[in-house]
């Protein structure tokens, strides 16, 4: 049985920074592609990060561009998302997703494997 399982999230100020981690099993983690996705109440879900199966390529929504960072530890089965500078606007729900198509623009039917999401608010 796959699962992907997010955690890290939580309420943090803006200006502050959480982690994020995507915990896998039940699947060949490192041969999938890892993307993020975030979705607020009322909005249409949104790619924000992904990295490639191998690990070299990865790709920024714009609006998280220079603040978010994706990487992956095969190791442990894991992807992480490192948000700096986080903004009220960040405030949504972080899903991690696992592809098997080899590109970084993982749209949602490109998407084989979704977690539960973690809860991200940004608030002061």
């Known amino acids: 049985q796959v699962q992907l399982v997010e955690s890290g999230g939580g309420l943090v100020q803006p200006g502050g920074s959480l982690r994020l981690s995507c915990a896998a099993s039940?699947?060949?983690?490192?041969?999938?592609?890892v993307a993020w996705f975030r979705q607020a109440p009322g909005q249409d879900r949104e790619s924000v990060a992904a990295?490639?199966?191998?690990?070299?390529?990865?790709r920024y929504a714009p609006s998280v561009k220079g603040r978010f960072t994706v990487s992956r530890d095969d190791a442990k089965n894991t992807v992480f998302l490192q948000m700096n500078s986080l903004k009220p606007e960040d405030t949504a729900v972080y899903l991690c997703?696992?592809?098997?198509?080899?590109?970084?623009?993982?749209?949602?039917?490109?998407?084989?494997?979704w977690g539960q999401g973690t809860q991200v608010t940004v608030s002061s």
């Open positions: 997703a696992a592809s098997s198509a080899d590109t970084v623009i993982v749209t949602p039917t490109r998407v084989h494997y």
């Open positions: 990295i490639s199966w191998h690990g070299t390529t990865t």
């Open positions: 039940g699947l060949a983690f490192s041969s999938y592609t």
